[in-house]
């Protein structure tokens, strides 16, 4: 077993290796050039249509839906615990190259979603199935590229997307209250079952409520302590520029980090923060019920901007405006720190605990429709029950069980996740030009209504 987690261990450096942050980047960088910086020109009208109501249209979910079930596997560990850790190892500026790979992730999840919803196919059931699978096959005329995107990200979602969250809420809970692994296991899986077993009209519908109450509260929290230490709040912003383009310093507990540093784990833990390039997301976006490929498409763009934009961000002010970067602490340790620093007694302990456990809990119901749908492209739907089963078995083992062989094995499969979705969004980056192109000029001359 320690062989083998060495392997993965191993292969994980290899595979989230510089090449592929570069290439994750560079296509985000490209996307955006080709298609006009539309993150920046359209995201007061993609907010808006996010937030519109649309009249019916082909498919199972609302815009709404579909961004919350795509943000309930976004906006989670990554938000708490990998801010910090990237602001604990490459020190404040890493915050600034996670703002510019969310900028121009933004661009890269424009082009999945609105490729995901073109190719989007009806099965068996009289469901929407879509995701990067569907626009590799029957886009790129790469089959076996989306069966090797599928295979990928059925395994990642047992990974990254069930156990490690099962166990993440786990070890939150027993550490606070007290309370046995097993019967939290239990309860999880209890829940988790209540709610995919419901497909993803009912995934959407849980994902529409906690999604929104878990980033008001946290977002609500956060502004209070960053309020609370608004004279801090300038010189730590100067911090997260200047550093940015200098590292930091050795200081207090903090190890120093150079500029290397800082700009890779700023860029590692902003694309495993927002997922941008994974090609998970879209198989969300393909279910949402729209008349144009585009709108859903932008709609799915405001998901990065709300993941790392504005949530990540929370966390970055509290830990550069309360100075505890500088403990020595990483990881949730550091939140916890910063949190309970602006917070009297237990309450900064509490709320990012129970912050956690929600927005892992919604990690588990998002991913587990990411799997089900790779699952069902290399299967077929009539076995997709069985791997909803599973999907409950698995929250309660990943609950129970150490998973350090888990992590390396899910870091492994999400990487590979992302290679034949970036080969597909590179090659058809001419499509998505020109038929946003035509979808602008439709919207500006009105033979395309505004809003669905």
Request: aromatic share 12%; charged share 10%.
């Amino acid at each position: 077993m320690a062989s083998l987690n060495k392997f993965f261990s191993d292969l994980s450096g290899i595979v989230w290796g510089p090449w592929l942050l570069c290439l994750l980047v560079g296509t985000g960088i490209l996307l955006t050039i080709r298609l006009r910086g539309i993150q920046f020109r359209c995201l007061v009208y993609a907010l808006r249509l996010a937030f519109s109501k649309e009249r019916e249209g082909k498919g199972d979910i609302s815009h709404f839906g579909a961004l919350m079930t795509a943000l309930a596997s976004t906006i989670g560990v990554g938000n708490i615990a990998g801010v910090s850790t990237a602001v604990a190892l490459g020190g404040p500026g890493a915050i600034f190259w996670m703002w510019i790979t969310a900028l121009f992730g933004m661009a890269t999840k424009y082009s999945e979603a609105f490729l995901a919803v073109r190719y989007r196919r009806v099965n068996a059931n009289g469901e929407i199935s879509g995701g990067p699978m569907y626009y590799l096959e029957h886009g790129l005329g790469k089959k076996w590229l989306g069966m090797c995107f599928a295979l990928f990200g059925a395994l990642a979602a047992f990974g990254i997307g069930n156990m490690v969250q099962a166990n993440t809420t786990a070890e939150a809970i027993a550490e606070v209250a007290g309370i046995g692994k097993f019967p939290i296991g239990i309860i999880l899986a209890t829940l988790t079952a209540l709610v995919i077993l419901g497909g993803i009209k009912r995934i959407a519908s849980v994902s529409s409520i906690l999604v929104p109450v878990s980033v008001i509260v946290y977002f609500g929290v956060a502004l209070a302590i960053i309020l609370q230490n608004l004279p801090q709040v300038w010189p730590g912003l100067v911090g997260i520029f200047e550093q940015a383009f200098t590292g930091t310093a050795v200081t207090g507990g903090f190890a120093g980090a150079t500029l290397a540093q800082t700009v890779r784990y700023g860029i590692a833990r902003g694309l495993f923060s927002n997922e941008s390039g994974l090609g998970s997301a879209p198989i969300a976006a393909a279910a949402a019920r729209t008349n144009q490929p585009a709108k859903q498409a932008l709609v799915s763009m405001t998901g990065t901007f709300l993941d790392t934009i504005v949530v990540c961000s929370l966390t970055a002010l509290v830990l550069a405006s309360s100075g505890v970067w500088e403990s020595g602490a990483t990881g949730v340790a550091l939140t916890i720190q910063a949190f309970s620093a602006g917070l009297p007694g237990q309450w900064g302990q509490w709320i990012v605990t129970l912050s956690i456990i929600n927005f892992a809990f919604s990690t588990i119901l998002g991913w587990s429709y990411y799997g089900e749908k790779c699952f069902e492209y290399l299967t077929d739907v009539r076995f997709v029950p069985y791997y909803r089963y599973a999907w409950v078995l698995f929250v309660f083992i990943g609950a129970v069980v150490k998973l350090e062989l888990v992590w390396n094995f899910s870091d492994v499969m999400n990487g590979l996740m992302a290679i034949p979705n970036l080969i597909g969004l590179l090659f058809m980056s001419g499509l998505l030009a020109r038929e946003t192109k035509v979808f602008e000029n439709g919207i500006r001359d009105g033979s395309i209504e505004k809003y669905d």
